[in-house]
């Protein structure tokens, strides 16, 4: 069992930038690729970004290319999602999930996090 917790939410203006953390105390996220994604009442969760456990390779939804950026450091803990020129439909709650491979797909994750808010005013 993977515990994820991510942080970095909140109540932002449209045009600013948010980093949000995907990190876990046990064990360790080193060995596990991570994806993020977003879900909101209204529509279905959607995937953003994915890495690799070398953080060599990342795939993004082509929504997010250019505005969204998946790192982590190799053999630390934390994967980060970097949002720039945030939106008012990037309003949602944020998501990190772990699992061995790669993947877009959301039902390919079996370790999810308890989700981050993110809010956007214009």
């Known amino acids: 069992q993977v515990y994820l917790a991510e942080s970095g939410g909140g109540l932002v203006q449209a045009g600013d930038s948010l980093r949000l953390s995907c990190t876990t105390s046990a064990p360790s996220l080193t060995s596990y690729a991570v994806g993020w994604f977003r879900q909101t009442a209204e529509k279905e969760r959607e995937f953003l970004a994915a890495i690799d456990w070398s953080g060599e390779t990342t795939y993004y939804a082509d929504s997010v290319k250019g505005r969204f950026n998946i790192s982590r450091v190799k053999g630390e803990n934390t994967v980060y999602l970097q949002i720039n020129s945030l939106k008012v439909d990037d309003t949602a709650v944020y998501y990190c999930?772990?699992?061995?491979?790669?993947?877009?797909?959301?039902?390919?994750?079996?370790?999810w996090g308890q989700g981050t808010q993110v809010t956007v005013s214009s």
């Open positions: 999930a772990a699992q061995w491979n790669v993947a877009t797909d959301a039902a390919n994750y079996h370790f």
